[in-house]
Each structure stands twice: as C-alpha cells, then as structure tokens.
C-alpha cells in the first residue's frame, strides 16, 4: 500500500495522469465546443458569460461507484449511462489503484471550471483519498479559514478530504454547511464512507450484496441492472438522510458495513454554526426578536445559495414560499451587482391562478418573467417520462412533478439560466398544508411537521431534485437551509400554528412590512402546485383522472391487491401510475413505503382542493 501511494505521489508532482485512470470526456456542446487550449471546458457563450472561466463550484451531476464487482467493468459501466442526464457536459470513468474491481463514474454539469476539476477528486497532499460527490459546500472558505486548510483545487467539494484529514467522517459530515450526497474511499485505511446530507437534497442509492459487492449512485435506475454473479442486484435502496456509513474494504475489493451512523436531526442547530458568517442571533421568544431572526436567516439562506457562475433562475408559482424566494433572490442579486436580470419561471393553464399570481409578482420585483401554458396533452404525454425521472408511484408527486418537468424542460431549452432557486421544504417546516388546521394540538402540528421533514426525501425533494436534474438543471432550496430550520423548529410549537384562519402565519408576519412582496401576495391562501397550474374550476387531478378513467377497467382495479399486494391502488389513478413504476423498475414497490396523505382529516385523495377548509384566492 505505502508502495502505491509514493508512485501515485511522484506521478502527481511530474503532472502525470494517475494509473488506472480513464480519460475524461467532454460531450460536443450545442456550438460544438471541445475544451479550450489550457485544461479549460469551453462551455457556448450565452448572456454575456465568459466561454473559459474558472469557477469554484461543480453544482450538480452524477456519481456512480462499484466495489467488488463480479463482471467486466466495461459491462457494469453501462449502467452509468442511466444518470448522464444529471451532468450533460461531461462524464469520467476511473479504476481504483490496487483494485482492479473497484472504480468510480462521474457526469458533470460543467459550470466552466478546471477540467482537472473532473472527479473523482484526488489531490497531492492526500493522494489515498478518493472522493466523488453531488452537491454544493457553502461553507468551504470559513472552514478554510478556521482551520487553515490550504487547497490545492479551486473546487468547493475539496473541504471535504481536509476535514476527513483532519477529525474523520464525523466531524466532516457534521461541519459541512450544504447539500451532498458523497463516496469518499481512504485506500491507506482501507474504509468506504457514504454520507447524505440533512434532507437528502441530494439523492444517493445504494445496494449492498451479502458477499460485500456494493454499488453506489445518484439514481436508483444507475443501480438496477447491475449483475453480480450471474444473477441481477435486488436490494437497491435510497441512503438515509443526515447519515453516514462506515464500510471496510478488503484486500478483494469486496466491502464490509462497520456502522450506520445519524451525524445530524433537523431540530439540532448544526456544528458548523461555529463557522457561519450570521454571528448568534438575539435570544428570547418574544415576536419582534422572532420575526427578525427569520428574516435574517432566510436572507441568509437565499445568499450562500448564490455561489454559482453559471446564470441564476427562479422557479415562480406566485405562492408565497417561492415569491419570498424570489423577492428575497433578487435583492442580493442586485447588492452584489450581478450583471444579468433574474429570470423567473411559472407553468400553468390559461389563467390559472399560479399564472396570475407569479406575473404580479414578477411586475412587483421586476424580473425577467417567463409564462409556460401547459395543455392537456402535453400533460398527459409526459406522465410516463415523469414516472422513469422519479423513481416513484407516489400520486401527488406524480401530479405536481408534471408540472415541475415540462418547466424545467423549457428551461433548459429556451433560456440561459441553469441554477434554479426554488421554495420547496416550507410547507413541511412552516406548517403550510391546509390540514395543519386540523391538528389536535401545537404540539401534534410540531410532531408532524418534523415527520414531514424527515420524509421530504421520498416526496417533494424528490420530485424537486429529479424533474430538474432530468434536464440538466440543478436546485437550490433556501428554505431548507440546516440553521434556518433548526432555529424555526426551536421556537415554541404554539407560534408556528396556523392562526386566523391562516396558514405559515408565523412567515408571512415575519415578512409584512419588509415591502418584499404585495399583500395579496404574502396572504395567498395554500394553492398545490398540481393544482394552481390548473384553472378553479378544473383541477388539475381531476383532467388526470378523466383521462385516466378511460385508460382502466375495472375489472382490473378489483384485482389491484391481488397483482399489488405492496401499497395496494385504490383508484384507477393510482393503479394507472403503478403499472407504469412498475414497467420500468419491477419488483421496486418498496421504494415508496406509503402513499403521501394529509392527516386528521377523512381524506381518500392528496389533493388540498378536494379538502373542506380550501379556498382559492380567485375565490375570495
């Protein structure tokens, strides 16, 4: 072992390209650019970008790792191919150093830094570590910083090799401010370590054979064809949230799990709070000091967030939680002088209320504002495609996903902007669905909203994350941002309630004379984002079913639990979605452990409109 780390060493000091690594490739972009003259991508110029620059950031892509593989790696490789959509720059493959069996996949939305910044990233100074990671570090120049690390990249992910360096995965999972999903592999130790951020913002896939085969990636579909043995992988699952895992990895190539390990709880204020750049905040509970926490915060949040050279967007429904975004995005934007407008982003039918609403709030912040009317059967058309991107048969993900898609679509083709802002994780954390008036107690409302967190993975992040990165798109969400929630679910459970008839009361006043958003705005009543694409007359989920009604015998759905013993469907919809989830990923069912419902109300459909305490504010 001592042996290979001191030639890997000597190849880096001569600039040498380490053994047993792969070329990287860089896709032909859309002017047909290959890499510029001196290491550099040329990504096509647009709005005013430099087309060779450095940057600081990877943003996202896809990873992909075996260890112990059985098969020819070239075979195994192929499944790699399933996730090149989450970086269409680029891709990489490389093998590990001493074990021909083990290697690492990487698809890279390029956001014109180094090529030399390809991963999986390997540096001088630790030459056994090997990391590949999706997600964004916001954190890395305070930890530069506090701790004196000296960086050899210009690369926010490198911070994660120095912290590991420095304390192990503990203290680097807990001190990272961020969204990740990482595989970092330390050779002279013999370890494998995987880590998920908080929320699971970014998506991570794991399957783990009996006899120690262990295959890593960013989607489910990059993992399921694999072969071991002769025989396919079965017990492909996501990686937990706010966790890390320990692996031993043998002198075959094979892995071993020592621990899985919680590093961090959505109601614990996160370690690397030691580091942040908001110094601490007013104590005490009364509601002056509250409402000013949150707005510095949340401004704070939607700041570190900016740390990207590819140009920025906003996703704009004219609901509260994204207005704020927006509002609160383009504010910073222009303190710091960025030289192009905000482009914002609603989908919907013909004056729908989402429409109606995001171009007032376009007009009121005054951003470059962008209308996708959708219609009924590119709706439908896209069900299918949506479905295969998710990874789940979850029926109000599936809803609100095909909106979500065809946007993100139009996105990528039509306009510049590839960092997407967006208010996804504030209903959980501010008690914004409708049935939170319903609950029983503040305290019930409290133990569902960190229930709602904890499960974010499986629904709206999901849904957030694959619709987007479907199309080459990488998200931003504020609103889950590690010491924002920790400090909105400090606060005592009676002032995060519902009141006046109002949901996330608490935000909107914390907000009201900030001048931010209009009124109307601010005090927009809860409308679902699979249903304000729809007109109020119509809902969205009822031109689905209308069309899916036609596609389903009954006869079929009688027997629904008999072919679907797993999360049975109860309606035609349901069955409908199920039958595709299960066309692409068979035998997969228990990657969704239950449908999304609203609780404390008799409700046999997601839908907020199908509730008695809903009302549109086209109603009012």
């Keep these: ?108 939305l390029a956001v ?50 120095h912290l590991y360096n420095r304390g192990g995965i503990e203290q680097t999972a807990s001190m990272l401010d961020g ?107 009364d509601l002056e000091t509250v409402k000013s926490n949150i707005r510095i915060l949340f401004e704070n949040a939607v700041r570190k967030r900016l740390m990207a050279h590819r140009r920025i967007g906003c996703l704009l429904s004219g609901g509260l939680d994204s207005s704020l975004v927006a509002a609160v995005l383009l504010k910073l934007m222009k303190e710091i002088n960025v030289s192009y407008p905000l482009q914002t982003f609603a989908i919907g039918m013909e004056n729908s209320p989402d429409l109606l609403a995001a171009k007032k709030v376009a007009a009121h912040i005054g951003s470059e504002h962008h209308e996708v009317i959708l219609n009924t059967e590119e709706g439908i058309q896209a069900i299918e495609e949506v479905i295969f991107s998710l990874e789940t048969y979850d029926i109000t993900t599936i809803r609100a996903s095909i909106g979500m898609y065809l946007v993100s679509k139009y996105i990528r083709k039509k306009t510049d902007s590839v960092v997407i802002f967006s208010g996804e994780g504030s209903d959980e954390l501010t008690q914004g669905y409708i049935y939170f008036h319903k609950a029983p107690s503040p305290e ?26 479907a199309h080459g798109l990488e998200l931003r969400v504020p609103f889950l941002d590690h010491r924002f929630t920790s400090y909105y679910l400090s606060l005592p459970a009676e002032l995060r309630i519902p009141k006046n008839g109002i949901e996330k009361y608490l935000l909107r006043l914390s907000f009201e004379d900030s001048n931010l958003l209009p009124k109307e705005i601010l005090w927009r009543p809860k409308e679902a984002f699979s249903d304000g694409i729809a007109s109020v007359k119509k809902s969205w989920f ?45 035998g997969r069912s228990s990657w969704l452990p239950h449908y999304w419902m609203p609780r404390w109300v008799k409700a046999t459909d997601p839908s907020a409109r199908t509730l008695k305490h809903y009302k549109s504010a086209t109603q009012e």
Excluded at 20 to 45: L, N
Excluded at 201 to 213: E, M, S
Excluded at 215 to 225: D, P, Q, R
Excluded at 549 to 571: C, I, W
């Design 112 to 161: 014109v830094d180094q090529l030399y910044g390809m991963q999986p990233i390997r540096v001088k100074k630790f030459p056994y570590l090997w990391l590949c990671y999706n997600g964004e570090i916001y954190n890395f120049k305070q930890l530069q910083k506090q701790f004196g690390f000296e960086y050899q990249t210009l690369v926010d992910g490198e911070v994660i090799l």
């Design 444 to 469: 019930d409302a409290a133990e569902e909203s960190e229930r709602l967190l904890k499960e974010l993975y499986l629904f709206d992040v999901l849904r957030a994350d694959r619709t987007t990165a």
């Design 179 to 285: 969204v990740f999903a990482f595989i970092l592999l330390d050779t002279a130790n013999r370890k494998v370590f995987l880590a998920r951020d908080t929320y699971g913002i970014r998506p991570l896939f794991k399957v783990l054979t009996d006899d120690g085969f262990l295959g890593v990636c960013s989607e489910a579909k990059g993992l399921i064809n694999l072969k071991h043995s002769t025989s396919l992988c079965s017990k492909v699952e996501p990686f937990l949230p706010g966790h890390y895992e320990v692996l031993d990895l043998k002198p075959s190539g094979k892995v071993a799990s020592v621990e899985l390990v919680k590093f961090h709880s959505c109601k614990d204020e996160p370690l690397h709070v030691a580091c942040d750049t908001v110094e601490a905040l007013p104590p005490g509970f």
């Design 1 to 108: 072992m001592m042996k290979l780390r001191g030639v890997f060493q000597q190849q880096l000091a001569a600039g040498e390209e380490p053994a047993g690594a792969a070329s990287s490739i860089p896709r032909r972009g859309a002017d047909g650019g290959f890499p510029c003259a001196g290491g550099r991508e040329r990504v096509r110029q647009r709005s005013g970008f430099s087309t060779c620059a450095y940057n600081n950031s990877l943003t996202m892509c896809g990873i992909w790792a075996l260890f112990g593989s059985d098969e020819c790696l070239s075979v195994q490789c192929l499944s790699a191919m399933k996730i090149a959509h989450r970086g269409p720059d680029a891709f990489r493959f490389e093998n590990v150093n001493g074990f021909t069996n083990c290697c690492f996949g990487f698809h890279r």
């Design 542 to 586: 009822s031109i689905l079913q209308d069309y899916i009604d036609q596609q389903v015998d009954d006869l079929l759905l009688e027997k629904a639990a008999e072919k679907y013993p797993f999360n049975p469907p109860k309606t035609k919809e349901s069955y409908y979605y199920r039958q595709i989830f299960e066309k692409h990923y068979p």
